[in-house]
């Protein structure tokens, strides 16, 4: 009997120490998820910056309204979606590059060389986009080296403008998360790779199964658990596609195809004319949808994987 007493003290004792480890990042949580929530009161108010909160006038749901009710505004909210829609949606069409990238960066037997091409493909995620942008414009600015380039060999007679061309834009902003992200997003997949039983490869190569059987049979199906889960947290993040590139690439040749939910939020928020309160608007049924998108790929994992995430 004192040695289950003794025990049960010891999981509690365990327990509050194992709590302590994970206070300071709730504590973070608290402080930079949850505590901004307190700016949705701007939704509510005809605010304009800099007065206090407490001088403007209470006007409900006016700025929500405001978004069906004006045309124009539903016009560019349709616009700004389609973007999100799109560029969220190449992303999650081409969500498993990343996998095969590792799948193949594994197979790389020379080890220096596989590190060398594994930290020169993570490198760019720790890049900024600014200096993304700086490198793209030294490339295709319309007096960047391949403007340059072409022009020496006579393909083209005047510089074109890349970066102010709406051509396959999506596609080419995908390229360019893809550069940066890629190598960084298969260090998962590859930590997924060292967890396969070697047993199993083992016997499928004395079952005289090549490598790419094995990659096909084995490595792919025993990683697309994690490339499942990757996928619904994604699908729940759809509308969250961030608006740092898109920011820093945007100009007044592009807008209507490169500025995307959040990056409409900001515009609108910083544009001086007094536009907070329904940029805050926007941004609160941007998070619902996405609460909503949440429960939904939560209740998929369910159903396919059997369990959920929350």
């Known amino acids: 009997m004192q040695k289950a007493e003794r025990r049960i003290d010891y999981k509690k004792r365990r327990s509050y120490i194992e709590f302590l480890y994970i206070l300071p990042f709730l504590v973070l949580v608290a402080l930079f998820s949850y505590f901004p929530l307190y700016g949705w009161i701007y939704a509510f108010h005809d605010y304009r910056p800099p007065f206090p909160i407490t001088n403007e006038t209470f006007v409900g749901f006016k700025w929500f309204a405001t978004i069906v009710n004006n045309p124009v505004r539903l016009k560019n909210v349709l616009r700004v979606l389609r973007n ?3 560029m969220s949606g190449i992303s999650l069409f081409f969500s498993w590059f990343p996998m095969v990238f590792a799948v193949f960066l594994n197979e790389i037997k020379c080890k220096p060389f596989r590190k060398f091409v ?7 995620n720790f890049i900024s986009w600014v200096l993304v942008f700086a490198f793209a414009f030294t490339l295709f600015g319309t007096n960047g080296a391949v403007n340059s380039v072409l022009q020496e060999i006579g393909i083209i007679s005047k510089p074109i403008s890349f970066l102010k061309s709406t051509d396959h834009l999506w596609f080419k902003m995908w390229l360019w998360l893809t550069w940066k992200n890629a190598g960084w997003a298969a260090i998962m997949y590859l930590a997924a790779i060292t ?5 199993m490869i083992e016997a499928a190569k004395v079952d005289g199964a090549t490598r790419m059987q094995i990659i096909w049979n ?3 199906p025993s990683l697309l658990p994690t490339y499942f889960v990757i996928v619904m947290l994604n699908l729940a993040n759809f509308l969250s596609n961030g608006m740092e590139q898109y920011y820093v690439f945007q100009n007044a040749f592009n807008q209507d195809y490169i500025e995307v939910l959040d990056l409409y939020v900001y515009n609108m928020a910083t544009s001086g004319t007094g536009m907070y309160p329904l940029s805050t608007a926007i941004s609160i049924l941007k998070s619902l949808v996405s609460v909503v998108l949440l429960f939904i790929t939560n209740t998929a994992s369910k159903l396919i994987r059997g369990e959920g995430f929350i």
């Open 84 to 86: 999100t829609f799109a």
């Open 218 to 220: 084995i490595t792919i």
């Open 195 to 199: 967890g396969i039983d070697e047993q």
């Open 118 to 124: 594994q930290t020169v493909t993570t490198l760019p």
